[in-house]
């Protein structure tokens, strides 16, 4: 008897939905096989459309787990799922809404090697409810190499977006170079910073030097080859081992590298992550060792010794209250010896932390030495940046921030909303209905607006653009050029920071002629990787073959040789903007970067927002810490650049 | 009454409260809504408007659920139709929401039909959002809301279109704006996350009024003379036909598209074509999935920036046209 009333409502259902998209669509709806990559705030909202909608074939990849935070508009999610994976959740939940629907989850990174270019040829239609831009980047790379339909969305507060895009026809996810995050130079960060954000990238930097993957690229101690305190007195801070310039370092073998960056790691182990010593060093003597260097304060006022200000300061604490009916616990601004307890017993906590880590993977018998990751819902490690940022702040008389604004800005949060999502989900599957009538002229780009625009519109669909055809990754041949410095770039650096950093390879093969230069087998190339590429044989006009077999994505670069970069640069990508090294990347809003001719279009409709990404968005400055990863991590950079999207990538979902 | 925030909703609400700001969140809270017609638009509002923390939520629907249901109410399994099968008591719609209900917004659940309500019922709420009403049930609640300073909204989805229409009275509410050059920081004072990212740039809340007609104003604007006399700019094709499909519920006639209807309506020719209204008639049925969605995503932050006073309402049409994909916002009044 249920099997009949079952099958009977189903017929109903089918009824209702064919009367609405009509017969035929309907039955392509019911033979689609789609994939929807996410299951977070766009994902829940899609797949239930999809289910409503008849859609019974699914198969959902999302390698996170639920969170509280997550609860608010991740529907499908309920209290009691915390930290079950999103994509298991999600399925089972949709499922009730029509048990017929066969939805097949993955709990897993969608670039796993797994799901291959035959594996996407199965679909259909590929959904993309992503989160950040490398698995993006990913998605369409696969896409297009399977020749499969692509439906591509993104939300940022009350913002939202959803394309098409499909092989040949229309712009693909990459056709248009999406602009680098904005980008604070080194030595504001280590010398002279003038706003909360340099204290803040500062704080987080020396997570990274204390507890996690230590490098030069997170430097924060005082930079005296500063060339705006060129001339100073020579003594100035070259006492100070720490106080290398950046740029030199990059350029210098890997050895010297290392050696001053474990400096401070090696100072901190030897003084036995010590807190009135660490304080003393960080807040007092590395301070006065920038005071030194005086030209860098004839224009700026100059920074104030912590233990100055302790003695100058009456305030002790301005603590009115742990919450109150107007703002919340984490919105109080704390004083400035609240600040310094606070880092003190952070600091003590994660080294005791990090020793138990190390003592777990000693125990384990792991080669890898254990680090810290920093997350900002890792309440200790937000602690220790507001705490560390603040300090800085008071030194450089910046005015002090509170712990809930420094966690929009140290992670980057672009809040997401329940209503938004829904909106965008509700566009993706109209676009997908479309598809499978094979109606690519009438599939449209949507762009969802604040406010209506001068022909009133709030929801503005607009024609989508033709291929670029000089796309460096849907062009017939694909090509690009990028600048260098081939003296100092290293093949390692090459392939970390350009292939796989800024052109979204995953494992490459790099030729020159017949000579296989960087190979993707483990191993089989590495004693290249700390060779310049001028040793290699590259040099200035070189062009360099380069293979990813998994994304089946072919590029020929042509590399041209550059002494000097502006803004920390290390290279160039032609027709991309400056790259600087990952290191001090700024906050950023979702990047608008529609297409020229796209942004033409649109801005003759409207003012509406361009490129903006699913749910809260979040701007990775270091790359070392994801949202979802625990908080310790056995990693190696080998590791750190296969590990997920989220890791590597500069926009990751809260 | 003030209450401090908890931990648990600090932590809950963590985003939203960074998008929009802790009073918008605290008045969202104190938010009495009633909602009447659990479609699937009136589901995807209820949703949505319980996801953000309100206070309340009154259910009001008193129809059975149908199969038609089905397509669009993501809250109703096949079971709840299994029960009808077998002679089990008829399930009530909102039946089947309470169980998605996780968070600490009380639920409650009224059976009755709205057109058995007095005027006073309405009194209760801070606003009265009714889903899939016929026009002079919209008319008559929205009058009654008037009666009592209750902010009123309506809307439905028709196939692949959808609107809402408005009356949030004389509504009082804070924007962020973008703060003159010279203006000192408000440091420490963040409201949003917006306003902490981007120290440059910063916003500061300032404070604005928007007036609102009732619908038997909006559906009296004269649109003949109007548009003759440029006194107004045409509204988008949909609100048309709109007007049309209530001229057929006000004279009980079928849904055709004929020049007559038009006249009847005071629908000037040149701003809707009958093709696109027949095209309309006829898609007139069971609720789509992603539209519902669309609508109710619309719908429920015009809800929600009602009752947190935070952000510009779209004042006071807004019209999902599945035509063309696009959404309007307008105004229709003089
Ligand atoms: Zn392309």
Redesign the interface.
Known sequence: ??TT??S???A??S???S???GDDVYARIKAAKVLMVGAGGIGC?LL??L????FVNVVVVDLDTIE??N???Q?LF??QHVGLPKAQVAADSAR????QANIVFHHANIKNKEFSQEWFGQFDLVLNALDNVSARNHVNRMCLAADVPLVESGTA??LGQVTVIKKGATECFECTPKPPPKQHPVCTIRNTPS???HCIVWGKFLFNQLFGLADDENNISPNTADPEAAGDNADAGRQDVDGRDANAELSSADSATNNNVQSLRAWAIEHQYHADETVQKLFVNDVKTLLRMDKLWRERRPPVPLDTLLEQSTDGTNDDGP?????????R?WGLKECTDVFRSSLSRLAQRLSEEQAKAAASGSSEAAILSWDKDDDLAMDFVTAAANLRMSVFSI????R??AK??AG????????????V??????EA?KILRDQFSIC?M?F?A???NSR??????TELSKPNPNCHVCAAKPRVTVHVNTNTMTLGQFDEVVLKGRLGMIAPDMMEGNRILLSSEPGETDINNPKALSSLGIVHDTSVFVEDFHQSYELTIRVLHREAFEADAQFVVEGQGSVPPPAAQA?A?PAPTPSADRKRKAEDDSDAPAVVDDD?IVLMDDGSASDHQPAAAHVNKKHRLETPADDEDDIVF? | MAVAFTDDEAQLYDRQIRLWGLDAQKRMRSARVLLAGLTGLGVEVAKNIVLAGIKSITLLDGAVTTDADLTAQFYLGVESLGLNVSHSPKTRRQKRLLVHNAFMVAVVVDEENLESKQDSFFSQFDIVCLVGAPLNTMISVNDACRKYCVKFIAGSVYGLSGFLFQDLLEHDYVEDVVRAPGEPPQVGKHETAQQALDAANETTASQFHSSFTPLSAALSVAWSDAIAAKRIKPAPKLWFALLALWQTQRQNIELQATSDLLASAGIPSSVLPLDYLSAFFQSIGPEMSPVSAIVGGVYAQEVLKAVSGKDAPLNNVFLFDGTDGAGYATRVSL
């Open positions: 008897m249920a009333s079952s009977n409502h189903g109903d259902r009824a209702a939905v009367r609405i998209v909202e239930k459309n289910v409503l909608s008849g509280v935070s609860l608010n508009r529907f309920q209290r009730r809404f029509n048990p507060g009350y706003l909360p954000i919450a109150s009916s107007t703002r919340l616990k984490d919105q601004v005015p002090n921030m509170c809930f604004d929009s800005m980057n949060i672009i809040p997401a909303i329940a209503t938004t999502n829904a909106i989900a509700g566009l993706i599957v109209l209905m449209r949507t969802l604040r406010k209506p009133m519109k709030v929801l503005l669909p906050p809003a809260d809260e």
